[in-house]
C-alpha cells in the first residue's frame, strides 16, 4: 500500500513539470517575439507614412478588422496615382496644348497625396498603433472615392484623344523617318542622273571612233573646200549650232529642212571643238543635206578668242575653278542636290560660252537664230527672221510663272551690284531658240557687257556657273518676249508636258539631264526626236542606235 501510494505521487510530480516546463518555454518564446517587434518597430518610430502604417499593421495584424478596408482604400488611391500620373506624362510628350487639363492631372495627383498627409488621418489611421477610428475611416473612404470617381471621368474624357494623338504621333515619326530615306535615295538618284547625263553613251562613242576611222582610211575623200558665199550672204537665214555630239547636231539640221519651205535659203553654222571637228565633217560628207549649206568650224579657228579677251578662257586657267569641278566631286556632290548641275564640266567648254560672240564670229549678218543641239525644230522658222524686235537684241520664250523662274532664282541678290542693276521679279526667258539682231548686238555692246560681269563674277558671288545667269544680265532689258509656241521646253525633265502644246511647238527642246539620245530618256518624247535620225547611215546601224 505504501508502495502505492508512493508510486503515484512520483507520476504526478512528474506530469506536473512537464507542463510546467512547456508553460516557461512558451511564455520565454511569447517575450522575445515581442521584444524583437518591440525593437524593430522602436527603430522607425518617425519614418514616413507608408512605414508607420506598416508598423501598425503588422502590430494589430490580427486585431483590428478595419485594416483589410484601410488597405483596399490606401491601394485603390495608390493605383489611381499611378493612372493619373501616366497620363499627364503622355500629355507631355505628345505636346498636347491642354495646358489645363495637364493642370488637372498634376492637381488630382498631388490631392491624392495630399489627402493621406491630412494631420486627423495621420493620427488616427496611419500613425496610431491602436484600433482604427471608424469615423476617420468612413471620411478618409469618402474623400478618395469622390476622387477616384473624378480621376475616371477625367480619363474617360481624355482617353480617346490621348490615343489618337499618340497614333498621330506615331504616324509623324514614321513620315519623318520615310522622308528621311526618301531625301537620301533622291539625292542618290539625282548623283546617279548627274553621271548618267555628263557620261557620253557608248552609241555615241562609237560613231566618232567610226568616223574618225572612215576619215583616215580615205583622207582623199574629206578634203577642205573653200567657204562657200552663201556663208556670208545676210539675205539668207544663218543659224548657229555649237555642239561635240555628231547625231544631235544631225537631227537638229534634219529637222531645220524638212520643216522648212524654202530649204535652200538656210546655212548652218555648226561650231565644234578640235576633237570632234573630223567626225563632224566626215559625218556631214557621207550624209550631205540634200538642200541647204553648212559650215562646220572648231572653235580654235576663231583666233580672236583668247584667254587675254576672253574672261572665261582666264578663269578657266585657275587651279581654284579647276579644283572646284574636279577635287572631291563624288563626295561633295551627294552633299548637295541643288548644285550638282554646277559641277558639270561642260561648263568649263568654250562651246558653251561662243554665243556671247556672235557678232564677232560672223561680221556679215545681220540676224542669226541660235539652237542649241538639243532641240528639234517641227515647223518653217523663216518668220523669226520678219519679227519687229522693237530695236531688242534678243528674241526668246520667257520661261516664268507665279514666282517661278524669276531673276532671283538665277542670281544672287544678296550682292549690292545685283540688288541695284536687277529686279528680283524679273521675268527670266530661256536659252536654247533665240532670234539675235547682230547689229542691234553692236550698237548696244552687249559682249562688252557681257565680259564686265563675266570678269566680276570670277569668285562666283554673282551667280554659280552657266550662261543663262550671264545672258540674263547681258541682255536684261534688252530681250523682247516671243510667243510661247515658239519655243516649249522641259522635255529633257518634265513627263507632264502636254502632248497638245508640243504639237503646236515650232521648237521643243529636251532641256534637262534625260537628252534623247541617253538611256535615261523620258520615253514619251523620245521618238519626237528619233524620227530625225538618218537611220540608213551605216555607221548608226552598226552602232546600235536603237531605232
Not at 189 to 214: N, V, Y
Not at 218 to 244: G, N, W
Request: proline share 3%; glycine share 4%.
Amino acid at each position: 500500500m505504501a508502495v502505492a501510494v508512493r508510486g503515484g505521487r512520483g507520476g504526478g510530480s512528474a506530469l506536473r513539470n512537464f507542463f510546467s516546463y512547456r508553460i516557461f518555454v512558451s511564455a520565454m518564446f511569447t517575450l522575445l517575439f515581442l521584444a524583437t517587434l518591440s525593437v524593430l518597430f522602436s527603430s522607425h518610430h518617425d519614418s514616413t507614412i507608408g512605414n508607420a502604417y506598416l508598423h501598425r499593421s503588422l502590430v494589430s495584424l490580427s486585431s483590428d478588422p478595419l485594416k483589410t478596408r484601410l488597405d483596399l482604400i490606401h491601394k485603390q488611391a495608390n493605383d489611381h496615382v499611378a493612372l493619373v500620373n501616366a497620363y499627364a506624362a503622355y500629355a507631355r510628350k505628345l505636346k498636347l496644348e491642354i495646358a489645363k487639363q495637364l493642370k488637372m492631372f498634376e492637381d488630382l495627383a498631388q490631392n491624392f497625396s495630399d489627402l493621406q498627409s491630412k494631420q486627423n488621418y495621420r493620427s488616427n489611421l496611419f500613425d496610431t498603433d491602436g484600433p482604427l477610428d471608424d469615423d476617420s475611416l468612413k471620411q478618409f473612404e469618402k474623400e478618395v472615392k469622390d476622387k477616384v470617381k473624378f480621376a475616371r471621368l477625367l480619363i474617360a474624357d481624355s482617353k480617346e484623344s490621348y490615343d489618337n494623338q499618340l497614333k498621330i504621333q506615331k504616324l509623324k515619326d514614321t513620315i519623318f523617318a520615310v522622308n528621311e530615306l526618301f531625301v537620301k535615295a533622291k539625292k542618290n538618284g539625282a548623283f546617279a542622273s548627274s553621271i548618267a547625263a555628263k557620261s557620253t553613251p557608248k552609241s555615241l562613242h562609237c560613231l566618232a571612233m567610226r568616223l574618225m576611222e572612215e576619215r583616215i582610211s580615205h583622207p582623199e575623200k574629206y578634203r577642205d573646200e573653200d567657204p562657200k558665199p552663201e556663208y556670208e550672204d545676210p539675205t539668207l537665214y544663218h543659224y548657229a549650232i555649237f555642239s561635240d555630239n555628231v547625231i544631235a547636231v544631225s537631227v537638229v539640221v534634219n529637222s531645220v529642212i524638212k520643216n522648212a519651205e524654202e530649204p535652200w535659203k538656210h546655212v548652218f553654222h555648226v561650231v565644234t571643238d578640235r576633237m570632234n571637228l573630223a567626225a563632224m565633217k566626215v559625218w556631214f560628207k557621207m550624209r550631205p543635206i540634200q538642200q541647204g549649206h553648212i559650215e562646220i568650224k572648231s572653235v580654235e579657228d576663231f583666233t580672236f578668242l583668247t584667254s587675254s579677251y576672253v574672261p572665261v578662257l582666264k578663269q578657266l586657267e585657275s587651279a581654284k575653278l579647276q579644283n572646284f569641278y574636279f577635287q572631291n566631286s563624288a563626295e561633295n556632290a551627294t552633299k548637295d542636290v541643288n548644285n550638282m548641275k554646277f559641277k558639270n564640266p561642260k561648263y568649263l567648254s568654250m562651246l558653251n560660252h561662243l554665243r556671247f560672240y556672235l557678232p564677232e564670229m560672223y561680221p556679215t549678218l545681220h540676224r542669226i537664230l541660235f539652237l542649241d543641239d538639243d532641240v528639234v525644230v517641227q515647223k518653217d522658222l523663216t518668220a523669226l527672221w520678219t519679227i519687229d524686235l522693237d530695236g531688242k537684241v534678243n528674241g526668246a520664250v520667257e520661261t516664268c510663272f507665279g514666282s517661278f523662274h524669276r531673276y532671283s532664282q538665277y542670281l544672287n541678290f544678296s550682292h549690292p551690284l545685283v540688288r541695284e542693276k536687277f529686279s528680283p521679279k524679273a521675268c527670266a526667258w530661256a536659252f536654247g531658240m533665240n532670234i539675235f539682231d547682230l547689229d542691234a548686238w553692236r550698237r548696244e555692246k552687249c559682249t562688252e557687257q557681257y565680259h564686265y560681269w563675266q570678269n566680276l563674277n570670277e569668285d562666283r558671288t554673282l551667280w554659280k556657273l552657266g550662261t543663262l545667269p550671264a545672258g540674263l544680265m547681258t541682255f536684261f532689258s534688252k530681250t523682247k518676249s516671243l510667243d510661247k509656241s515658239w519655243h516649249v521646253l522641259g522635255l529633257g525633265f518634265n513627263p507632264s508636258v502636254s502632248m497638245d502644246e508640243i504639237h503646236k511647238a515650232a521648237v521643243i527642246h529636251y532641256n534637262g539631264d534625260m537628252k534623247p539620245w541617253l538611256d535615261i530618256a523620258l520615253n514619251q518624247y523620245k521618238e519626237l526626236w528619233t524620227k530625225y535620225i538618218d537611220s540608213e547611215m551605216e555607221f548608226v546601224q552598226m552602232c546600235n542606235f536603237g531605232v
